[in-house]
């Protein structure tokens, strides 16, 4: 193999790399698929954080709380729950709700 040749494997190498990269890195930020029980939560969560409701965002926290406590919806759920809802704290009101809007889109090509 001459040198021409194997800088070009190397560089197919590296882009090979990046797109991958780029594939792993996007499914890992997509929102959790949640159980069907739990997915009027979801529209509640968007609810509170498209009105900007603390009172709403209160309810939406203790029921999520509770089901996570009954073992009604898993960690992995109930993370996304408390980010959206801690962004939501924090004043971050728009990003909360894309997140949140996000997390709803999520459910529509779930896998049953």
């Given amino acids: ?6 800088k070009l494997a ?3 190498g590296a882009v ?7 594939v792993v890195l996007q499914w890992w930020k997509k929102p959790p698929v949640v159980a ?3 997915l009027k939560y979801i529209q509640l969560l968007r609810t509170a954080v498209s009105s900007r409701s603390d009172d ?13 406590e009954a ?8 993370h996304h729950f408390e980010n959206i809802i801690r962004l939501a704290r924090q004043g971050s009101w ?7 809007f996000d997390f709803e889109a999520a459910q529509l090509s779930r896998s049953r």
Avoid: C, H, P, W
């Fill in 71 to 78: 073992s009604q919806i898993t960690g992995t759920e109930f």
């Fill in 16 to 22: 090979l790399l990046i797109v991958l990269l780029i």
């Fill in 1 to 6: 193999m001459d040198d021409r040749s194997k």
């Fill in 56 to 68: 709403y965002l209160n309810r939406v926290q203790a029921t999520v709380q509770k089901r996570r």
């Fill in 10 to 12: 190397i560089g197919a």
């Fill in 36 to 38: 069907f029980d739990n």
């Fill in 94 to 100: 728009d990003q909360a709700d894309r997140m949140a």
